[in-house]
Protein backbone atom coordinates (compact mmCIF):
# COMPACT_ATOMS: atom_id res chain seq x y z
CA UNK A 1 0.00 0.00 0.00
CA UNK A 2 1.26 3.60 -1.38
CA UNK A 3 1.43 5.77 2.07
CA UNK A 4 2.04 9.36 1.55
CA UNK A 5 1.96 12.33 3.86
CA UNK A 6 -0.68 15.22 3.28
CA UNK A 7 -0.84 18.82 4.78
CA UNK A 8 -4.05 20.05 5.64
CA UNK A 9 -5.63 23.44 4.73
CA UNK A 10 -3.97 26.69 6.82
CA UNK A 11 -5.28 27.57 10.14
CA UNK A 12 -4.84 30.23 12.06
CA UNK A 13 -1.52 29.35 13.18
CA UNK A 14 -0.05 29.60 9.55
CA UNK A 15 -1.20 33.49 9.83
CA UNK A 16 1.62 35.92 9.98
CA UNK A 17 4.51 33.42 9.37
CA UNK A 18 6.23 33.68 6.42
CA UNK A 19 8.58 31.07 4.66
CA UNK A 20 12.62 32.51 5.58
CA UNK A 21 14.05 34.05 2.15
CA UNK A 22 16.85 32.12 2.29
CA UNK A 23 14.61 28.53 2.17
CA UNK A 24 12.85 30.01 -0.40
CA UNK A 25 15.63 31.10 -2.77
CA UNK A 26 17.36 27.41 -1.70
CA UNK A 27 13.96 25.45 -3.07
CA UNK A 28 14.28 27.83 -6.11
CA UNK A 29 17.98 26.50 -7.18
CA UNK A 30 17.15 22.98 -6.04
CA UNK A 31 13.68 23.09 -8.67
CA UNK A 32 15.70 24.75 -11.35
CA UNK A 33 17.79 21.78 -11.28
CA UNK A 34 15.53 19.20 -10.85
CA UNK A 35 13.01 20.58 -13.84
CA UNK A 36 14.96 22.90 -16.01
CA UNK A 37 12.16 22.70 -18.57
CA UNK A 38 9.82 24.15 -16.09
CA UNK A 39 12.37 26.69 -14.01
CA UNK A 40 15.18 27.68 -16.49
CA UNK A 41 18.10 29.31 -15.97
CA UNK A 42 16.49 32.61 -16.43
CA UNK A 43 13.27 32.37 -13.98
CA UNK A 44 12.79 34.48 -11.04
CA UNK A 45 11.55 33.21 -8.07
CA UNK A 46 9.78 36.69 -7.16
CA UNK A 47 9.56 37.93 -10.72
CA UNK A 48 9.66 41.32 -10.84
CA UNK A 49 8.47 41.96 -7.38
CA UNK A 50 11.79 40.81 -5.87
CA UNK A 51 10.77 39.57 -2.82
CA UNK A 52 7.77 37.97 -0.99
CA UNK A 53 4.59 39.48 -0.72
CA UNK A 54 4.12 41.46 2.64
CA UNK A 55 1.34 40.40 5.24
CA UNK A 56 -1.99 42.05 3.92
CA UNK A 57 -1.20 41.80 0.31
CA UNK A 58 -4.93 42.52 -1.78
CA UNK A 59 -4.14 40.23 -5.01
CA UNK A 60 -6.37 40.39 -8.00
CA UNK A 61 -6.61 37.63 -10.67
CA UNK A 62 -9.27 36.59 -13.31
CA UNK A 63 -10.74 32.96 -13.52
CA UNK A 64 -10.54 31.34 -16.80
CA UNK A 65 -8.52 34.81 -17.51
CA UNK A 66 -12.34 36.08 -17.71
CA UNK A 67 -12.34 39.56 -16.91
CA UNK A 68 -15.87 39.29 -15.78
CA UNK A 69 -14.70 36.90 -12.99
CA UNK A 70 -12.47 38.70 -11.06
CA UNK A 71 -10.89 36.27 -7.88
CA UNK A 72 -9.25 38.63 -4.84
CA UNK A 73 -7.50 37.52 -1.84
CA UNK A 74 -5.34 38.63 0.83
CA UNK A 75 -1.68 37.59 1.50
CA UNK A 76 -1.53 36.54 5.53
CA UNK A 77 1.76 34.10 5.43
CA UNK A 78 3.46 31.83 3.14
CA UNK A 79 4.04 27.98 4.23
CA UNK A 80 5.35 24.82 2.77
CA UNK A 81 2.54 22.91 1.56
CA UNK A 82 3.51 19.07 1.92
CA UNK A 83 1.55 16.73 -0.81
CA UNK A 84 3.13 13.32 -2.18
CA UNK A 85 6.40 13.65 -0.13
CA UNK A 86 6.93 17.03 -2.35
CA UNK A 87 7.14 20.45 -1.01
CA UNK A 88 6.22 23.59 -2.48
CA UNK A 89 5.76 26.87 -1.53
CA UNK A 90 2.44 28.40 -1.31
CA UNK A 91 0.98 32.14 0.10
CA UNK A 92 -1.87 31.76 3.03
CA UNK A 93 -4.75 33.88 1.88
CA UNK A 94 -7.90 35.30 2.90
CA UNK A 95 -10.82 34.72 0.13
CA UNK A 96 -14.07 35.37 0.44
CA UNK A 97 -13.24 35.27 4.52
CA UNK A 98 -12.22 32.50 4.41
CA UNK A 99 -8.40 30.78 4.74
CA UNK A 100 -6.93 29.09 1.75
CA UNK A 101 -3.65 28.81 0.01
CA UNK A 102 -2.15 29.83 -3.73
CA UNK A 103 0.93 28.34 -4.83
CA UNK A 104 3.61 31.60 -4.55
CA UNK A 105 5.17 31.12 -8.12
CA UNK A 106 1.52 31.95 -9.45
CA UNK A 107 1.61 35.25 -7.20
CA UNK A 108 4.65 36.16 -9.14
CA UNK A 109 4.90 35.06 -12.26
CA UNK A 110 3.51 37.29 -15.66
CA UNK A 111 0.46 35.76 -16.04
CA UNK A 112 -0.39 35.03 -12.65
CA UNK A 113 -2.03 37.02 -9.28
CA UNK A 114 -1.19 41.05 -9.52
CA UNK A 115 -1.04 43.16 -6.54
CA UNK A 116 -4.48 45.20 -6.37
CA UNK A 117 -4.25 49.32 -5.21
Known amino acids: MWMHQEQGDPTTNDVGKFIPTSELLQWHQQ ?4 MPHIF ?3 DKLFGTDGKQHPLGTKLLAYFDNDPNKPMRCEVT ?3 WKIEFGE ?5 VVLIGGELSQIAL ?8 W ?3 G
Do not use: F, I, L, N
Open 77 to 79: GSR
Open 31 to 34: MQQR
Open 40 to 42: TPD
Open 87 to 91: KEPVY
Open 114 to 116: KVE
Open 105 to 112: TSAHEEEG
